[in-house]
């Protein structure tokens, strides 16, 4: 069950991230940005982002070990994100994100998890 959570979590910040990747290049090419080149790359870097965490989260699905490290350090970088978005006044998105990392990270950690991914190893 945690799996399955850790795997929803992952997927749901990496469809959000790839979605918002997405706008942003729509928005480029259809508005007028100030600077054109940052305006690609922050697109560009959204939607990677955005597909390395929905393959992140396929391969939790799969109980492929590897994932948990990078599940681990995308909720890390979630919280510091969050954090960094409520000191900016925009609440309305930090608090969200951090309750959202903050399950990412439980469910990431759980003795369940650790089961499904590394088995009894004594």
């Known amino acids: 069950m945690t799996l399955t959570v850790a795997a929803a979590v992952l997927g749901l910040e990496g469809l959000t991230t ?4 997405g706008y942003v290049g729509v928005e480029t090419v259809i508005g007028r940005p100030s600077d054109v080149l940052s305006s690609l790359f922050v697109a ?7 597909a390395v965490l929905l393959w992140v989260g396929w ?42 990392a903050v399950i990412g990270l439980v469910a990431l950690l759980s003795p369940p998890t650790t ?5 009894d190893q004594d």
């Open 115 to 119: 089961h499904a991914l590394y088995g």
């Open 59 to 100: 391969g939790m699905l799969r109980t492929e070990r590897w994932t948990r490290s990078l599940g681990v350090l995308a909720q890390i970088f979630a919280t510091v994100i969050g954090i960094t978005l409520i000191q900016s006044d925009q609440q309305t998105i930090g608090v969200p994100l951090i309750a959202v």
């Open 44 to 50: 560009g870097f959204g939607i990677l982002v955005g």
């Open 18 to 21: 790839l979605l918002l990747g």
